[in-house]
């Protein structure tokens, strides 16, 4: 694998899931280096833990990626896509459109990057896609899938649109995948993985015995750039900072907020309880449960996950240590409280 110096010419960059957690990252790595930035999203809603200074500098289009003739138009005369858009949930009432958003989501952009000639695709997976085994697996980049109870619908969406990514590698589409583990910072603290701050604010008192892997957010955004500066192609990179117990990350945010750290163990007699409590809740209140069956696993597995491969591909970049990610987050959350 040959690195380029330099990008070069960049061209235009298309981003699909502009408005999301790790994409409107993205746009904004791509605004603070020169890129001329297009990018999609779903309504008139901008992020508000990035700057309108930033986000104004970006050219905006309304659709999504089910929808061809739009994805058409948004690579019309675009260098480089980065595929960020997707659906995250272990709601069984999700799974319909995650399917559909992640899977036929991947093979409309796959499509249309093959037919637009673009130069090069990024593809935003997670190492959900390479699947979790038993407590203690140790995961890479050669791990294969295995289907086994662990994988949630999640993981199983997000392996199949890497399949449509390698089917357009196969078909002459230069590609890169990227897995991210858990992605941690700034952002909406009421979705995704960024809520768990808020749970934490609030001094939840329980925590799980599981361990994970966890990266900053303008890390993997800035791996993201600089893989496209890169001349590499057809390969994968799992991006992980470090891997922790969630006890210990926990605590430490809990720490940095100044609250209560959790001292109750959910272990799995409780978890069955507490998820099979909040299927019960949903169904009476029509809102999405906190914890489902699947997400239950995934709170109780030990899964490793290494990043030699992209650190011996870039030798000079550092992750952030997460001491410094969370304490960083934690105080952009208080201020904006």
């Known amino acids: 694998m040959n690195l380029q110096n330099t990008p070069g010419d960049r061209g235009k960059v298309l981003v699909t899931g502009g408005t999301g957690f790790l994409g409107s990252y993205i746009i904004k790595e791509l605004i603070e280096k020169g890129y001329s930035v297009r990018a999609i999203r779903r309504n008139n809603n901008l992020p508000a833990y990035i700057s309108n200074e930033i986000l104004s500098r970006a050219e905006w289009i309304e ?44 093979a409309n952009v796959v499509n249309m990057a093959l037919e637009k000639n673009v130069k090069k695709l990024i593809h935003i997976s997670s190492v959900a896609a390479l699947g979790r085994k038993d407590n203690g697996t140790h995961v890479n980049e050669e791990k294969k899938w295995e289907e086994n109870k662990m994988n949630t619908h999640y993981a199983k969406s997000k392996r199949n649109a890497e399949l449509e990514v390698w089917r357009g590698i196969s078909e002459g589409l230069n590609a890169v995948i990227l897995n991210p583990s858990t992605v941690i910072g700034y952002g909406n603290w009421n979705i995704g993985s960024c809520a768990i701050f808020k749970n934490i604010y609030k001094e939840f008192p329980w925590y799980s015995p599981g361990i994970n ?115 960083n987050a934690c105080e952009k959350y208080m201020s904006a409280i």
């Open 213 to 327: 892997g966890f990266v900053d957010v303008e890390d993997v955004a800035r791996l993201t750039i600089q893989l496209i500066g890169s001349n590499i192609d057809s390969e994968r990179f799992i991006i992980n900072g470090d891997t922790w117990s969630f006890k210990k990350l926990q605590d430490f945010i809990a720490d940095s907020f100044g609250k209560k750290k959790p001292t109750k163990v959910a272990g799995p007699f409780l978890m069955g309880t507490a998820w099979r409590l909040e299927r019960l809740k949903s169904i009476i209140t029509r809102k999405d449960p906190l914890l489902t069956k699947e997400s239950a696993r995934v709170a109780q597995s030990q899964t490793y996950f290494e990043n030699d491969k992209i650190l011996k591909t870039f030798p000079g970049f550092s992750f952030t240590p997460l001491e410094i990610s969370i304490k």
């Open 63 to 106: 659709g999504n990626v089910l929808d061809v003739v739009g994805l058409q138009d948004a690579m019309e005369n675009v260098d480089i896509v980065i595929h960020s858009a997707g659906v995250v949930s272990f709601v069984k009432r999700d799974r319909k459109r995650m399917y559909q958003v992640n899977v036929e989501g991947t």
